[in-house]
């Protein structure tokens, strides 16, 4: 029988691949939605929530057997509304919206930047403490290589000076997006290999210069940038009357992505690609990508 599965932010930059991938695998996927307006395809089922009501979604994810998380950065009251309407559901296996850094790692976790999704880890181990019914995954996967690309935060191919953290060597673990909608997907097939725990994949290893070189561009005109002097200006801009929130959010997003001791590179014996069904990117594969945005 076809899992039933309800998806939670399905039209952002994420969500679309997750639910390609959940279509793909035939599952009976429910999109959760604040609006009656939409653009899915017929087969997918469209549930008209509100995410400040636990009772709104709880009757929405009446017999599902899972709950996929992919909001973005919509403060911490939707994801925790999500968590006790799906417990009150009897929902057998959320998939929080961990996709990103390893928040496991103690200077990940102590990044502001990261709050909200610390506080979702901890409500998820209190709420496995007490159901006997519902169960979570965390997927921490990295930075998204095409749409980090796309959006310049990986590093800008197009610029003649691009930016280089910490001289752009460090290597970092990264996933595309079909690639997180295929471990999603990894995840529900192996319910019980995948309960109650975090799981890391990673379709390719590189460093900012790796995707210089990938891209045909000189590496030695690169400008060299500290992560360390990023995070102190996104702590100086925290403490402001009026913080400006790109400057903030993306000096400590670079520094958890491109800082050292943060956990962005993830030891093989952690990896759980062959279980999830998530391969690595080819030499060819990349360089295609990697063209795409250059």
Not at 63 to 72: K, T
Not at 116 to 144: H, R
């Amino acid at each position: 029988m076809s899992l039933k599965v309800a998806l939670a932010g399905a039209t952002g930059n994420l969500g679309p691949a997750i639910l390609e991938a959940l279509d793909a695998a035939n599952f009976e996927v429910t999109v959760l939605t604040r609006s009656s307006n939409n653009s899915f395809d017929s087969k997918i089922k469209v549930a008209e929530i509100d995410y400040q009501s636990v009772e709104s979604i709880q009757k929405a994810l009446a017999n599902q057997d899972a709950l996929v998380i992919a909001l973005g950065a919509v403060g911490l009251e939707p994801h925790a509304n999500l968590i006790k309407a799906a417990v009150a559901a009897n929902v057998k296996r959320i998939i929080p919206s961990e996709f990103g850094s390893d928040t496991t790692n103690p200077n990940a976790a102590a990044s502001p930047v990261f709050g909200d999704k610390v506080a979702i880890q901890k409500q998820l181990n209190e709420t496995v403490a007490s159901s006997s019914t519902t169960s979570y995954t965390g997927i921490v996967n990295g930075p998204f290589l095409d749409w980090g690309l796309k959006v310049k935060l990986l590093v800008d191919l197009s610029s003649p000076e691009p930016v280089l953290y910490d001289g752009g060597d460090r290597k970092i673990s990264v996933t595309t997006l079909s690639g997180i909608g295929k471990a999603v997907v990894g995840v529900l097939k192996n319910l019980d290999a995948t309960k109650n725990k975090t799981v890391f994949v990673r379709e390719a290893d590189l460093s900012q210069k790796d995707l210089l070189q990938l891209a045909g561009k000189q590496v030695s005109n690169g400008k060299n940038v500290s992560t360390a002097d990023l995070e102190k200006e996104a702590f100086a801009e925290l403490q402001k009357p009026e913080p400006n929130v790109p400057v903030f959010v993306y000096g400590f997003l670079k520094r958890a992505i491109f800082g050292e001791g943060f956990g962005s590179l993830f030891p093989t014996e952690n990896l759980s690609n062959e279980l999830l069904g998530v391969g690595k990117l080819s030499d060819e594969e990349l360089k295609a990508l990697v063209s795409k945005y250059a």
